[in-house]
C-alpha cells in the first residue's frame, strides 16, 4: 500500500442471537472465532483486514446500523503493515517495524474477526469457506484482500532474495525490505538496476521512488556524478515493462525530465523474467536482453489470489469485476470490492481506497434499504513521488490519467503551486503525517483522503 492522503435483507432473530453468543477473546481487541467446523452467518462479511477492509468495516461500524458482530472481517495475518512506507524503509528513514500492529489490536472488538485465510467464494450460495473448513454466510460480501505476491514468477528471485550476500532486493515484502539500504550502502562501485515488471502492482510510483533515494544516497556519498555518471563509481539504469516513466502524462514527462538530468540510463518495455548469478535477463518484444549487474532492486510479479481468480466473482483477468463507478459486483448485486483486489482501472494505492471506500459503503447502505447505488467512484488516486531526500512529487489523478490535484493552482510566491514539482512540505506527507494518519484514522474508517476526516 501505497500513498497520498492530502486534507482538502437482513438476519433471523436466531441467528444473529448465535452470532453474538461468542464471547470476546479480550477486552479491546476484536472477537476472534474459534475453530467450530459449523456454519456460521453475518449481515456483512469483508474478507480482507488490510487496508480497505479496515477502512470499510470501521464506516460501517460508525453507521450504528450493525449490532456487535453482524459484521465479519477474515484476515489470516498476525500483523498488518503500512505499506507505503516500505520505500522509506528502503531509502534508511524508517524502521519497518514502526509501520507494524498486531492485526487484531486494530480491529474494533465489535466487528467479528476470523484469523484464518479464505479457500474459496460462493457467490451462488452466498458463503464463504475459510481454510479450516468452515463456512461463513452473508447478505453482502466485500471482497477486498488486496493482491499477491508472486516472487518465483521471476526465475531466481526467491532465492536472490535469500541470499544475503546477493545484491539483490526488494521493498516489496515484510520480510524482504530490510535488505534493501544495507544493499544500497555496500555498494561503492558498478552497475545499480532498478527495475518495474509488466502488469498490475502495487503502487506503480514506488519502483522509481527506491531509485531516486538510492541515487541520492550514492551522490551525496561521492559515488555518483549525475552531469557526468560514466566518471562516477556507480551508474544507475531504471528497467521498466512499460514505455515511459509513468502513466500519467503530466508525471511521467517531469519524471522523463529527472531521468535525464540526472544521468539515469532509461531501459524501457523491459521486462525481468530471470535472475542467474549477476545477470539479469529481460523480455523486449521479442528478444532476450541480459545485462549484468552489481546490485538489483527487483519489484516481482504481483496478480490476485487464486480464491478470488477461481470464483464466479472474477473478470478474465482474475479481479473482482465491479462496475467502475459503483464498485458493486456486475455479477452478483450483494457482492462489492474496492482497493486491489477490484477491477476498478485506477493505480493500486492506499490513497485510492480513502476515495473507493465511501463510496462503497454508501452504496452498499443504499442497497440495504432496496435502492440502487448513486454515489460515484471517478478513479481518485494519488502516488506521493519521493525523487531525492527532502523532496516529493505529489501526484494526483483519476480515471484516464487525468490530474485531479488537491492543491495544484494554489497562489505561491512567484506564480501558482505545481505539484508537477518536486516540495519538501510533500515530502514531510508522505514521511510523517501519512503514516501517522493512517494507523490514528484511516485504519479506523475516520480518514477520507483530500475530503479529510470523516466521524
Same mark, same amino acid.
Given at each position: ?213 538510492? !541515487? ?5 556519498? +561521492?559515488? /555518483?556524478?549525475?552531469?557526468?555518471? @560514466? #566518471?562516477? &563509481?556507480?551508474?544507475?539504469? =531504471? ?56 546490485? !538489483? ?5 504481483? +496478480?490476485? /489470489?487464486?480464491?478470488?481468480?477461481? @470464483? #464466479?466473482? &472474477?473478470?478474465?483477468?482474475? =479481479? ?74 505529489? &501526484? ?60
Amino acid at each position: 500500500m501505497s500513498s497520498s492522503l492530502v486534507t482538502k435483507t437482513a438476519l433471523t432473530a436466531a441467528t444473529r442471537a448465535a452470532t453474538r453468543a461468542v464471547p470476546l477473546s479480550r477486552r479491546g481487541f476484536a472477537s476472534v472465532a474459534p475453530v467450530t467446523g459449523t456454519s456460521r452467518s453475518h449481515r456483512i462479511v469483508v474478507v480482507g483486514g488490510g487496508a480497505a477492509g479496515l477502512s470499510i468495516s470501521h464506516k460501517l461500524l460508525r453507521t450504528g446500523k450493525f449490532s456487535p458482530e453482524e459484521i465479519a472481517v477474515i484476515d489470516p495475518a498476525q500483523h498488518h503493515h503500512y505499506q507505503p512506507g516500505w520505500t522509506l524503509v528502503g531509502g534508511g528513514l524508517k524502521d519497518p517495524l514502526s509501520l507494524r500492529r498486531d492485526e487484531a489490536s486494530l480491529i474494533d472488538p465489535k466487528l467479528q474477526f476470523y484469523n484464518q485465510a479464505v479457500s474459496q467464494l460462493s457467490p451462488e450460495t452466498d458463503s464463504v469457506t475459510l481454510a479450516n473448513g468452515d463456512k461463513i454466510g452473508y447478505e453482502h460480501l466485500i471482497v477486498v484482500p488486496g493482491i499477491e505476491i508472486t516472487y518465483d514468477k521471476i526465475k531466481g528471485l526467491p532465492e536472490a532474495l535469500a541470499d544475503p550476500s546477493a545484491p539483490v532486493s526488494t521493498i516489496y515484502g515484510a520480510h524482504t525490505v530490510s535488505k534493501v539500504f544495507p544493499t544500497i550502502e555496500k555498494l561503492k562501485r558498478g552497475q545499480a538496476i532498478f527495475t518495474q515488471p509488466a502488469g498490475v502492482i502495487k503502487c506503480a510510483g514506488a519502483p522509481q521512488k527506491a531509485m531516486w533515494l538510492a !541515487l541520492d544516497h550514492w551522490k551525496r556519498a +561521492g559515488l /555518483y556524478n549525475p552531469s557526468n555518471p @560514466s #566518471a562516477g &563509481a556507480i551508474q544507475i539504469a =531504471f528497467a521498466t515493462a512499460l514505455p515511459a516513466m509513468f502513466g500519467v502524462p503530466k508525471y511521467s514527462a517531469r519524471l522523463e525530465e529527472l531521468r535525464k538530468e540526472r544521468g539515469v540510463e532509461g531501459l524501457f518495455a523491459h521486462d525481468l523474467v530471470e535472475i542467474n548469478g549477476n545477470k539479469a535477463v529481460f523480455v523486449k518484444g521479442e528478444e532476450k536482453v541480459t545485462r549484468e549487474f552489481d546490485l !538489483l532492486h527487483v519489484v516481482p510479479k504481483m +496478480g490476485p /489470489y487464486a480464491f478470488v481468480k477461481n @470464483s #464466479a466473482v &472474477a473478470d478474465a483477468a482474475g =479481479f473482482v469485476d465491479v462496475n467502475q463507478a459503483t464498485t458493486q459486483s456486475t455479477k452478483f448485486k450483494n457482492v462489492w470490492s474496492a482497493g486491489d483486489a477490484s477491477s476498478l482501472p485506477t493505480s493500486k494505492t492506499a490513497a485510492a481506497i480513502t476515495a473507493e471506500a465511501p463510496v462503497l459503503v454508501g452504496n452498499l447502505l443504499r442497497s440495504l434499504e432496496g435502492k440502487e447505488p448513486a454515489l460515484e467512484y471517478d478513479g481518485y488516486t494519488s502516488c506521493p513521488l519521493v525523487t531525492e531526500y527532502g523532496k516529493v512529487m505529489l &501526484a494526483e489523478f483519476k480515471y484516464a490519467g487525468v490530474p485531479k490535484e488537491t492543491f495544484g493552482g494554489l497562489p505561491i510566491v512567484g506564480g501558482a503551486l505545481d505539484q508537477g514539482t518536486p516540495r519538501r512540505a510533500f515530502y514531510h506527507l508522505k514521511k510523517d503525517f501519512f503514516p501517522w494518519v493512517y494507523f490514528n484514522s484511516m485504519v479506523k474508517g475516520t480518514w477520507s483522503g483530500p475530503k479529510g476526516w470523516r466521524f
